[in-house]
């Protein structure tokens, strides 16, 4: 959709463990379609790399979507910044970074928008979209 297209090209986008968890369960391209959004810069906490390692050991879908998120972030910037969590971790690094957060997961998303946040998300199981 062109309304969801917006020039982000020095802005970062940071991306939560459910974004990585995405690509898999809908079977997209997350990384071409971010830059289809303009996003060309892509930032990750340490802090979900550990969640996808944790997620990476167990059977069955929620595995193997990890195996692929962990996979999927080589191609991004890795940072370790210590919060209470890997949702806090998120939303400070975009806050810090004037960059947009890339989730699927509703309550970060809510988050994030009550913030002033752009909020990149998977939209109608096809493509992404971006909120803000």
């Given amino acids: 959709m062109e309304a969801d297209r917006v020039r982000n090209d020095s802005r970062p986008v940071i991306i939560d463990t ?14 071409e379609e971010l830059r289809n959004l303009g996003f060309n ?3 990750t906490p340490m802090m979900v790399i550990d969640e996808l390692a944790t997620l990476s050991k167990h059977k069955g879908k929620t595995g193997i979507a990890a195996r692929v998120g962990l996979k999927l972030a080589e191609k991004c910037e890795v940072v370790d910044f210590k919060e209470k969590s890997a949702d806090t971790s998120v939303l400070q690094l975009a806050l810090e970074k004037n960059g947009a957060v890339f989730t699927n997961d509703r309550k970060l998303r809510n988050e994030a928008v009550k913030k002033g946040l752009q909020v990149v998300f998977v939209r109608k199981n096809s493509h992404l979209g971006i909120k803000g």
């Fill in 41 to 43: 810069r892509f930032i």
């Fill in 18 to 31: 459910n974004g990585f968890l995405a690509a898999e369960e809908f079977k997209i391209d997350v990384f």
